[in-house]
Each structure stands twice: as structure tokens, then as C-alpha cells.
């Protein structure tokens, strides 16, 4: 007879593989070849002669680069060791990166993007030899006119900060063509996406930043006090990243269109709204989605990203070029659109995330993307619920009005009881094979975390991290200083974030390492 | 795991025994032996030692991390040991008698001792002694326990200036920023009028809540944050405006960046950028709007917010009466409007229709080409 399996501890006794494993450049030693091509033959050289001395003399090298010189093996070795040491979305549960949690993106979305019949296409050739991703294109502009209420959409930026940017140039093309130049003021608030407010400073706009008041969002008379005949635009997110569902909205797009701005939307996370909210609908002149965020394709720090923006017929005339059109027989770019912004990224957008959104959006058809948002929303306060229910935590701003799909709390009490911050919460989560999360900077709310559990977390899922967190209160109330010293079982422990400030502690490149570490000129 | 482990502190302890006499009895503050006095024998009970003293309990876990050094007897010492502190003495000199020249004295002799930062009880007249005796040398935190708190260096309450100085002895690291020490008249406040003045500015740590943990940067990170507000208001300038340069850290600094040394606690004139006169007072500010468009510059008090009312007299109602809010450019670090944790900036000029009329919403300038819009009340 054999034993009985034993169940595993509620709380997992994760370590993380530590390799103190090299950088590659470290890792090289002179002559080691990874692939040996066989000797160009005789005859072949005869006939070819001396490559090298066939290219511009400015396109060769007098010296030849840096490589590391490693063998096939070691090469494989030392990427896996450093995926080992690395926390990844398909590992843990990543409720913890509220505003922007990964949902689960199904497997076959990725096998259909290898497909050779994707992998082999190349963005030069002509349009006649592919039909098929301009097809998949074109449908999926008319699901985002569908999603979104909006009359045209560009498939272009390459994410979603790119989206905003792509919004912010179609704002300003659109105010010099109709002689409003002197509009130089972009108003947002504090808890939309921040790269409103940076992308509008990127384009030369002046920020004008709304607060909240006891609500969770701003007072209406506060955007009066903002707006004027300098206002180019109101970019907002809603519901913000306190979770919050401004309930206004409609009479903020109106103050600003009487005043003579436009709107345009951030649904960069579009997970609480979708199929129950349009953008179109609440009088918005533009919007835009995260592919990566919404709709199951990867994000911009896991592969490239991205993000559609969508227009009114006003603003149609200044998206990026080309659109995708269709004449009912075969579809074509347009690049005679004369007042467009131009290009936003090279080629026509990055074709294998918009296989994916399309396949993963048709898999769910229009009903599927709404139980997307309701399954996201109850999850969202069911994890509320197991939350509060451990000490030390708050929910600022008045509960009265519901939370959508995440939540910004407080750890103030447990901060100032204990003396342990949110961000030490963070060190330890670690240690469980988890993320954790607290704000964007500044930090508004003090103590913060963002929790969002999307909809491809379930309730089991959701239990195991709220284990988790009461775990590390109840260490936290019992030795502050164990929270102090975490983690324990992750690769590495602490990052010194101070040299995150100073570009003198940078570098990027391993030449630039060895530069200012003073080990070469 | 250098990040976690924080040098050996040493804090200094000052109460003042009488601070919050007369507040308990209707007697608008408590300085000056006549005033302690009348306030004793109408009963007044001195509660500042409580006041020190819970903040001081919040302290006594982390006793081995630092080295308390107090004021002898009812000025820290008597406290410190009721809570089972050992703290090293400073003695007074009359004992019995204590007055504010002990509380000079004493942080005096603290500064030379090498001390880290003073923790101190009392009201803003204990602020001004303080500062009277170690400037702008070493951090502070007040734990609120006078009549008159207008003055920027106290916390919110007892405890939480415990918790601020809990992260100052566990950190290896703080932010700081300048705090208001401000004053009231107290003469003329019985009488029933209210007469602030600025004294100038001393470091507090910045309330650790708002602030990630270990994103400290080596430089301040305000530093450039106060220079781009300046140069965002001096780009504005026009060349018919006279502009007021209220007292704060950044209007100082828009002097700087025009080419002369503002005033510190004062209000200097400035048209087409160049500086036309120091330290001026309420008439001459009505002489200038006489025959001029005039725009204040000022920034809101630390910890309260206050617009107007609090150390800036000579914006008196009568001069705010003739400046329309359009031409009140608000300037603030990001992070002082952050540390109102969602209260509103404050109006109180002493004059309910100017306080009304600034009221609802204003724009405060926190960056290059960067504002807010934020409520104000009075």
C-alpha cells in the first residue's frame, strides 16, 4: 500500500532559483563559437570574391564588435537560469499590479500568431499578397467602432502610452487646422493614467491637473475653474485608478466642449466597461484601448504592445496614415489623407497582437466581452470583501459610489500601528511567489496598494492572495522588523532605487558598464 | 542589506511646561509670566507634559535605536522617565522657575551636543524660541500642545509626530522640508485682532506616508521641482505688472533667478523682472494698486494651507479687496499640497466677504507649465 499525498500548506513555502548566475558578457570566453558555418567552397569564392569589399566602405566595421563568445549551450543555460530567477504572469497570481493586472492570454492566441502563415509575412509586400491580415485589420477597426461608438479607429501605436500620444498630435493637428493654436491647455486629473498628463506635456501642452473631492473624483466646478479659451483637450480615464466611475462624465465632456476642447478618453483599461459604457455614448470626441490591458495580448515590458486609437468623423482626417479600407473587393492602405498626423510607428501597426485581440475578441463574441467586464467587476469586489476583512487596511474616498474592477487602498492604520509600509508589504509578497503593487507616484493616498483581479483570476485564486496579505499583516503586528528585512526567498532582495534618479548610475549597454565603472575610457 | 539598518540617532527633548495654559481658560495663548500666572490661579491644568508624553510612548519601543537627550525636570526629564526613558540631562539654571530662555538655552546647548533633531512640546511662541536658538541647523517636529498652532513645524497630533520621529530614528534616510514659523500677536489677538508674522523656516522630515520607502533620491528631489515652478512663473511675467512676492521658499527663489536676495519673511515688488522694492507693507501695496494691476505670488503655509491670514499680514482684506483672483498666482511643491491629505487650502483674512470671494476653486502653479486646480475654504 502507498502513503496518502498529505496536503500542501495553504500558504505556498515558495524559494525562487538563485543562480547568482553572470551577465552573458562575463560569461564569454575567446573562441567559443555557438555555430561553426561550414567553409565557403572554392568555386563559390572564385566566383564571388571578397564580399566585404562589396559593401560602402561606411557600412563596415574597422573593428569588430564585442560579441560574447559562448556555445550554444551555455547560451540556452544561462537564459533559463535567468527565467528561473524572474516572477512572470504565467507563474504567479498577479492580482497585485492593479491598473494594469494581466489577464490570462489564451495559448492558442499565441500559436496562431507563430503561425508561418503570420511569421512569413513581410510588411513590404504588396498589398494583393496580403489580404488576409489586412482583412483581420479592417474587421477589427468595426469591432472597435462597435466597442467604442467611435466612426474610425488607427491599429498603429505601438502602445498604449503611444495610443494617448497618437491622440494628443490628432488634438493638435485638429486646433492649427481650425486656427485655434492659442489653445495650449491640456486639463487631467490626478487619478487617470499618468501618462496623460506626460504625453500632453510631450507634445508641448501646458497640464492642468484636477484633485478629487470626498467622492473619489473632481467636482464638477473644479473643471469650470480649469477650462477657458486656452483648452485644447480633457484627457481622462474613467473609472479612475481608485476604481471610482465618475458619474458626471457626460456633463464633463459638455463643460468642455462649450468652452471649446475636446474629449478624449483613456481606456487603456477598458475591463470594468466593456460592453456597458461607450465612449461615443458619454459625448467623447476620441478614445483609446490597450490591446495588451483589454484585450489579452502581451504587454509592452513582455513583447512588443498595442494600442488603437478611435475618432469621431470631425477628427478622422488627421489619423496616422495608412488606413485600412475596403473597396468590396479587396482591401488597400490609403495614404492620401492629407491632413494626417503622419506615421506613429512604422509599417501599419504590430501585426501579430492584432491577430491576437482579434482572436481573442471573436472567441468571445459581443455577450462574452460583457460578462468579461461583469466577471471582472464581481471578482473585483469580492476580493474587497476578503480584504477588509484584515486589520490595518482602508478604502479612502466615500464608499457610496460602488468600485468598478479595482481598488487603490490604504495601509495607513497598519503603518502607523506596526511601523511597516506598503511597500515592505511588497518585499514580502515576494516571498509567497507573488506580486504586489502600491501607486503611481506621487502617492495620493497614503499608503497605497492597487489591487485588480480581471476576470481570468478565480475565486480560488483570489483566496490564495488574500491569504497572502493577511499573512504579512498578522507578521507585521506580531515583528515589524521581520517585515523589515524581507524578502527572504526571492532572488534578490533589495534594489537600491536611489541610483533610478541619477542618470551617472545608468547604463544600459555593457561598453557603457565598463565605461562608468571606470574599467575602460 | 545596508537599506534596513539606519545610524544611531540622537534626539532632543524640550517641553514647555506652560504651553496651553491659557488656551484651557479663554486666554488666547500663554506667553509671558503675567498671562501663566492669571492662567494658574483660574485653574489651568499645563498639559503638555501628556501631550510629550504620548508621543514619547510611541518612542519608547525603538529605545535601543536612539540616545535621548532632554531638559531637565518639567521641561522633558519627568516625562521621558515616566514613560522609562533614561535620558541624559540638561539642566536649567532657576529651576523652579522655567521660562523661555531656558527653551533657548537648552536646544542651544543641544545643537553643540551634536544632537539629530529636537522633538519639542508646545505653541508657536516655543517654535520662535527654538528657532531664535539653533536657525535653520537641525530638524525639528513639534508635538502640539499650545493655544496658538499656526506655525508649520507641528504635526497633526501628539501621535503623529511620534510616528514621524519613529521613521527618522528607523530610516537611514529622510526627505525634509521647510516649515512656516509663524506667531500671533498675542496683544493684539485679545483684542480681538489677528496680526500673524512669519519668523523664517526650519526642517521637518516630510510625513513618510506620501512618500515611496526606498526612493529617495541623494539629491533633494524639490530642489529642481522649486526651480521649475520659478521659471514657470517667471515666463508668465508680463512687463506692466507689478507682481508681490509673498514669503516661501519659491518666491525666494523667483528673486533669485531675477537677480537679487528676496526678502526672507517679507514681500518685495517686482516689474519687468527686475525688483522695485523690498519688505513693503500694506500701504504701500494700496499705493501700487492705485495706479497699477498688481498679482501676488504666494505660497500656502505648510501642514495647513493657509492662502492668506497666516504670516503674510500685509495682504490685508483691504489690499485683496482691489485684487481680482484671476491675479493671485498660487505656487506650491507637489508634495506640501499632497501632505493636506484632501483638505482644502485655507482663507482667513479677518474679512468674511474677501475670505468669500476666494473661495471655491483656485489654480496653484506645481511644476514647468504645470497646475492644479484645488478648493479652497475659510
Known amino acids: 500500500m502507498i502513503e496518502v499525498i498529505q496536503p500542501k500548506p495553504k500558504l505556498r513555502r515558495f524559494h525562487q532559483a538563485r543562480w547568482d548566475e553572470p551577465i552573458i558578457f562575463e560569461l564569454s570566453q575567446p573562441g567559443q563559437r555557438g555555430v561553426i558555418p561550414p567553409a565557403v567552397e572554392e568555386g563559390i569564392k572564385n566566383r564571388v570574391g571578397d564580399v566585404l569589399q562589396t559593401l560602402p566602405k561606411n557600412l563596415r566595421r574597422s573593428i569588430p564588435p564585442q560579441l560574447p563568445e559562448l556555445s550554444q549551450i551555455h547560451v540556452l543555460r544561462h537564459y533559463v537560469r535567468l527565467s528561473q530567477e524572474n516572477l512572470g504572469v504565467d507563474l504567479n497570481i498577479d492580482v497585485g499590479q492593479g491598473t494594469c493586472t494581466m489577464k490570462y492570454s489564451p495559448k492558442v492566441n499565441d500559436q496562431l500568431s507563430r503561425s508561418t502563415k503570420i511569421q512569413d509575412l513581410h510588411p513590404l509586400q504588396d498589398e494583393n499578397s496580403v489580404q488576409g491580415i489586412l482583412e483581420i485589420m479592417y474587421r477589427l477597426e468595426e469591432i472597435f467602432k462597435e466597442i467604442s461608438g467611435m466612426d474610425r479607429f488607427t491599429l498603429q501605436p505601438g502602445a498604449g502610452s503611444a495610443a494617448i500620444y497618437t491622440n494628443v498630435a490628432m488634438i493638435r493637428a485638429y486646433h492649427a487646422y481650425h486656427g485655434n493654436s492659442q489653445r495650449d491647455e491640456v486639463i487631467t486629473t490626478i487619478f487617470s493614467h499618468p501618462s496623460n498628463a506626460a504625453c500632453a506635456k510631450t507634445a508641448g501642452y501646458k497640464v492642468i491637473t484636477l484633485y478629487p473631492d470626498e467622492n473619489g473624483y473632481p467636482d464638477l ?17 474613467n473609472p479612475e485608478d481608485t476604481g471610482i466611475f465618475n458619474p458626471q462624465i457626460d456633463q464633463f465632456v459638455k463643460v468642455v466642449h462649450e468652452a471649446g476642447g475636446l474629449c478624449s478618453y483613456d481606456q487603456a483599461n477598458a475591463n470594468g466597461i466593456l460592453g456597458i459604457t461607450r465612449a461615443r455614448d458619454a459625448g467623447f470626441d476620441l478614445c483609446h484601448f490597450n490591446l495588451h490591458k483589454t484585450f489579452s495580448t502581451p504587454h509592452g515590458c513582455g513583447g512588443p504592445a498595442a494600442g488603437v486609437c ?56 459581443g455577450d462574452g466581452l460583457r460578462e468579461v467586464a461583469e466577471i471582472a467587476v464581481l471578482n473585483n469586489n469580492y476580493l474587497m470583501k476578503k480584504i477588509l476583512e484584515i486589520p490595518g487596511v482602508s478604502i479612502p474616498y466615500s464608499l457610496d459610489n460602488p468600485r468598478i474592477e479595482q481598488i487603490r487602498y490604504s495601509w495607513e492604520q497598519l503603518s502607523e500601528d506596526t511601523g511597516v509600509h506598503s511597500e515592505e508589504i ?57 517585515i523589515h528585512g524581507a524578502p527572504y526567498n526571492s532572488t534578490v532582495h533589495r534594489i537600491h532605487q536611489e541610483s533610478f534618479d541619477d542618470p551617472q548610475s545608468w547604463a544600459v549597454t555593457w561598453r557603457a558598464y565598463k565605461r562608468k565603472s571606470g574599467q575602460t575610457k | 542589506m545596508d537599506d534596513v539598518v539606519s545610524p544611531f540617532k540622537k534626539i532632543g527633548l524640550i517641553i514647555n511646561p506652560v504651553a496651553g495654559l491659557g488656551g484651557r481658560v479663554g486666554l488666547k495663548g500663554s506667553d509671558g509670566e503675567q498671562i501663566q500666572k492669571q492662567a494658574l490661579s483660574l485653574g489651568a491644568q499645563p498639559y503638555a507634559q501628556d501631550r510629550a508624553k504620548e508621543t514619547l510612548a510611541l518612542l519608547f519601543p525603538f529605545r535601543d535605536r536612539f540616545s535621548l537627550i532632554s531638559a531637565a525636570a518639567t521641561m522633558g526629564e519627568f516625562a521621558a ?3 522609562g526613558f533614561e535620558p541624559e540631562i540638561i539642566p536649567l539654571k532657576s529651576y523652579p522657575k522655567t521660562t523661555a530662555q531656558d527653551t533657548i538655552e537648552v536646544a542651544q546647548k543641544m545643537l553643540l551636543e551634536g544632537v539629530d533633531l529636537i522633538l519639542f512640546a508646545g505653541g508657536d511662541g516655543t517654535a520662535r524660541d527654538i528657532y531664535q536658538a539653533i536657525q535653520n541647523k537641525i530638524p525639528v517636529v513639534g508635538i502640539p500642545a499650545g493655544v496658538k498652532i499656526f506655525s508649520a513645524v507641528f504635526a497633526y497630533s501628539p501621535k503623529s509626530a511620534g510616528l514621524l520621529v519613529r521613521d527618522f530614528i528607523t530610516r537611514n534616510k529622510m526627505l525634509f522640508q521647510e516649515a512656516e514659523i509663524i506667531d500671533l500677536d498675542e496683544d493684539s489677538y485679545r483684542n480681538g485682532v489677528i496680526a500673524t508674522k512669519l519668523y523664517g523656516f526650519m526642517k521637518i522630515p516630510f510625513y513618510p506616508h506620501l512618500i515611496q520607502n526606498q526612493k529617495i533620491p541623494s539629491q533633494e528631489p524639490d530642489s529642481y521641482q522649486i526651480e521649475a515652478i520659478a521659471q514657470s512663473v517667471i515666463e508668465d511675467m508680463d512687463g506692466e505688472t507689478i507682481y508681490a ?27 519687468n523682472k527686475a525688483l522695485i522694492a523690498k519688505d ?20 500656502p503655509t505648510g501642514g495647513q494651507g493657509f492662502l492668506f491670514g497666516r504670516g503674510n499680514q500685509p495682504f490685508s482684506p483691504r489690499v485683496l479687496e482691489k485684487v481680482s483672483k484671476k491675479d493671485i498666482i498660487v505656487v506650491s511643491l507637489i508634495s506640501k499640497i499632497n ?40
Open chain 1, 221 to 237: 466646478d473644479a473643471l469650470k475653474e480649469a477650462v477657458s479659451e486656452r483648452t485644447a483637450a480633457l484627457l481622462i480615464t
Open chain 1, 310 to 365: 478611435g475618432v469621431t468623423n470631425e477628427l478622422a482626417p488627421f489619423l496616422p496614415v495608412p488606413t485600412v479600407e475596403f473597396d468590396g473587393k479587396k482591401y488597400y492602405f490609403d495614404y492620401d489623407r492629407p491632413l494626417s498626423i503622419g506615421k506613429v510607428r512604422p509599417f501599419y501597426g504590430v501585426a501579430q497582437n492584432l491577430l491576437k485581440a482579434y482572436a481573442w475578441i471573436m472567441s468571445l463574441g
Open chain 1, 426 to 482: 511588497g518585499y514580502r509578497a515576494a516571498d509567497f511567489g507573488t506580486h504586489y503593487w502600491t501607486s503611481h507616484h506621487p502617492y495620493i493616498v497614503p499608503e497605497p496598494m492597487t489591487l485588480e483581479p480581471t476576470e481570468s483570476y478565480s475565486k480560488e485564486d483570489l483566496d490564495e492572495y488574500a491569504a497572502i496579505i493577511k499573512n504579512i499583516v498578522e507578521e507585521a503586528y506580531r515583528d515589524a522588523d521581520f
Open chain 2, 81 to 83: 522617565k515616566e514613560i
Open chain 2, 245 to 271: 512676492l509673498g514669503p516661501g521658499t519659491i518666491p525666494n527663489y523667483i528673486g533669485k533667478l531675477l537677480g537679487f536676495e528676496k526678502t526672507l519673511v517679507g514681500i518685495d515688488l517686482v516689474k
Open chain 2, 280 to 299: 513693503v507693507n500694506e500701504q504701500k501695496l494700496l499705493e501700487v494698486i492705485k495706479n497699477n494691476t498688481l498679482k501676488i505670488i504666494i505660497t
Open chain 2, 339 to 378: 501632505g493636506l491629505r484632501g483638505k482644502p487650502l485655507r482663507v482667513d483674512t479677518g474679512d468674511a466677504q474677501i475670505d468669500q470671494k476666494l473661495c471655491g476653486y483656485i489654480s496653484v502653479i506645481t511644476g514647468y507649465r504645470d497646475k492644479i486646480v484645488y478648493r479652497v475654504m475659510s
